[in-house]
């Protein structure tokens, strides 16, 4: 191995890619036409990547359009026993030559990445974002686009800080620095459906800090991380640093979480597979050679809480935006929103006028701002709550409540008025376009209040509208420890990478920040070297020199 030893590189400083708009009359907009014609318009195949190499295994799952959904746009192949210890084994194979490479090198790999996904291949990665996991073209933008390429180059200079990092202090005739070692094993990446950015953050940032990974995309979402590994190929990955397997969570579970070369879980799913993964690696916390870091974002039970002193046209806009952009399909999406009785009247208002406006179909009629949910368990697990809240006596559906899987997994936006604050609708994870709303007596604010942090096991997004400084104040202390993103007279969903962190705790997760050093740094470990130029020829001190 040929080592760059002879300059220190500074990594260009990120900036966030700027969002196309997609506007009639803009070459974006037909470029990404063209695109949608041509994915919608083939068949793929695709294979595992295990080691460099695709495997097929001919057991085969499907990836259909969610608003078409007997319309297949690929097979894939899932990967079984075999070939699950196969991509460990290549995994740990890798990892040799990946930590001899200088961080540096590494870095050029996925700023490369990010330059591809950026032009050559972006309207692509949008298309196929829409087409398979049914998003408007906004939607796939700001996902697929952007913020994967945000994740990518904020990662690298994150990184290049990390290193950074070193002792502030030397004694003379000694030097002190410290190593940022990557894991002693491998990343076992488990991602979901809903963010192909999320996707590929989870296997390449520590990947990017030397790291190997297993990377396990959710079935419902295979497409898209399909591509982003050829852009990774393409890049210069080397073989085996992330191998690609979809297969069943169960099965591979059973494998990974059991093996003693397990350095580490990056997970992005529901609360109940993470603990239940966690409770795994406890089951097995003597078979490791480390202790395995364990990183997760989970569910979301997010809230909009209104002060009387809010602006009703920006509130109804953040609700419409927060609850319904995506189907409702992300664990930051506005769930629950707490109204004073003095403003709900226009508040209903402005939500019935808004919502007659939006226009539900597949994200290839671009009027369209609402499509499909994922698939069949979503739409019936989210539909299954619109028919408790049709028949319950505590809760009234004053807006939507309507669905058809006939051609496509269509809900419609739907609004659910709660009398009392705990209704189920108010306190369970849905993931869906539903939104739950309790108008609490204006005099009661600080009490509301309470009953907002009290009322869910979640602690991931929530957003408070006031004018009045001092409610707002009074919000952000009550609601402390609600959110790890916490968002003033403003939606709460659409973190950005590097203004805001992304994660919450609670039941929401570790709350280990995507898209700042924070995250990466679960990915090290660091080695302290002390370095002596002249070191002591006897044992004596100076204290001994007399009785």
């Known amino acids: 191995m040929h080592l760059m030893n002879n300059a220190v590189i500074k990594v260009p400083f990120p900036q966030n890619e700027p969002q196309l708009s997609y506007a009639p009359g803009t070459p974006e907009r037909a470029r990404l036409k063209a695109a949608l014609e041509e994915i919608a318009g083939k068949q793929l195949e695709i294979p595992l990547v295990i080691g460099g190499k695709e495997v097929r295994t001919g057991?085969?799952?499907?990836?259909?359009?969610?608003?078409?959904?007997?319309?297949?746009?690929?097979?894939?192949?899932?990967?079984?026993?075999?070939?699950?210890?196969?991509?460990?084994?290549?995994a740990l194979e890798a990892r040799k030559r990946w930590q001899q490479l200088r961080w540096e090198e590494r870095a050029a790999i996925f700023l490369k990445a990010a330059d591809l996904l950026a032009g050559k291949y972006r309207h692509l990665?949008?298309?196929?974002?829409?087409?398979?996991?049914?998003?408007?073209?906004?939607?796939?933008?700001?996902?697929?686009?952007?913020?994967?390429?945000?994740?990518?180059?904020?990662?690298?200079?994150?990184?290049?800080?990390?290193?950074?990092?070193?002792?502030?202090?030397?004694?003379?005739?000694?030097?002190?620095?410290?190593?940022?070692?990557?894991?002693?094993?491998?990343?076992?990446?488990?991602?979901?459906?809903n963010f192909t950015a999320i996707a590929g953050n989870l296997p390449t940032a520590p990947a990017i800090m030397g790291n190997v990974a297993l990377w396990k995309p959710a079935s419902s979402c295979v497409y898209t991380p399909w591509l982003f590994m050829q852009i990774l190929r393409e890049a210069g990955l080397p073989d085996g640093v992330i191998n690609f397997i979809p297969g069943r969570g169960a099965q591979m579970g059973e494998i990974v979480l059991k093996d003693p070369n397990l350095a580490g879980i990056h997970f992005t799913g529901s609360t109940a597979v993470f603990q239940e993964m966690w409770k795994t690696v406890g089951e097995n916390i003597a078979r490791y050679k480390g202790y395995p870091r364990i990183v997760g974002e989970t569910g979301g039970k997010d809230f909009v809480f209104a002060h009387e002193s809010a602006d009703v046209p920006r509130l109804v806009t953040a609700l419409v935006r927060g609850a319904f952009e995506y189907q409702g399909q992300k664990c930051s999406a506005a769930s629950r929103a707490y109204i004073p009785a003095s403003l709900w009247g226009g508040v209903r208002k402005g939500l019935e006028e808004q919502?007659?406006?939006?226009?539900?179909?597949?994200?290839?009629?671009?009027?369209?701002?609402?499509?499909?949910?994922?698939?069949?368990?979503?739409?019936?697990?989210?539909?299954?709550?619109?028919?408790?809240?049709?028949?319950?006596?505590?809760?009234?559906?004053?807006?939507?409540?309507?669905?058809?899987?006939?051609?496509?997994?269509?809900?419609?936006?739907?609004?659910?008025?709660?009398k009392t604050p705990r209704f189920k609708?108010?306190?369970?994870?849905?993931?869906?376009?539903?939104?739950?709303?309790?108008?609490?007596?204006?005099?009661?604010?600080?009490?509301?209040?309470?009953?907002?942090?009290?009322?869910?096991?979640?602690?991931?997004?929530?957003?408070?509208?006031?004018?009045?400084?001092?409610?707002?104040?009074?919000?952000?202390?009550?609601?402390?420890?609600?959110?790890?993103?916490?968002?003033?007279?403003?939606?709460?969903?659409?973190?950005v990478v590097g203004q805001q962190p992304f994660g919450g705790s609670r039941a929401s997760g570790t709350n280990d920040k995507a898209g700042s050093p924070l995250n990466l740094m679960r990915w090290v470990t660091p080695r302290t070297v002390k370095e002596t130029f002249d070191a002591p020829v006897a044992f004596e001190y100076p204290f001994m020199n007399e009785k």
């Open 355 to 418: 919502l007659s406006r939006v226009k539900m179909g597949p994200p290839s009629d671009f009027t369209n701002l609402v499509n499909a949910v994922i698939d069949k368990g979503a739409f019936r697990d989210i539909t299954g709550y619109i028919d408790y809240a049709k028949k319950s006596e505590d809760a009234e559906i004053i807006i939507g409540g309507g669905y058809d899987d006939s051609k496509g997994y269509f809900i419609e936006p739907t609004v659910i008025l709660a």
């Open 125 to 193: 990665m949008n298309a196929a974002s829409m087409q398979s996991t049914s998003k408007n073209a906004f939607q796939a933008e700001i996902d697929a686009a952007c913020e994967l390429i945000d994740f990518l180059r904020f990662n690298v200079y994150y990184a290049s800080k990390i290193y950074e990092e070193q002792p502030l202090h030397h004694s003379r005739g000694v030097w002190n620095f410290v190593q940022h070692r990557p894991l002693e094993g491998f990343v076992f990446a488990v991602t979901p459906f």
């Open 59 to 90: 057991n085969l799952g499907k990836v259909v359009m969610p608003h078409d959904h007997q319309h297949v746009l690929a097979e894939y192949h899932i990967a079984g026993e075999a070939e699950i210890k196969q991509a460990i084994a290549a």
């Open 425 to 495: 609708t108010m306190v369970e994870e849905i993931f869906g376009p539903v939104l739950t709303i309790y108008v609490y007596d204006k005099e009661s604010y600080e009490e509301a209040l309470e009953l907002c942090d009290q009322s869910s096991a979640y602690g991931l997004t929530g957003a408070i509208f006031a004018r009045e400084r001092e409610a707002v104040s009074l919000a952000l202390a009550k609601l402390e420890n609600a959110a790890g993103n916490f968002y003033i007279n403003d939606k709460p969903t659409g973190a």
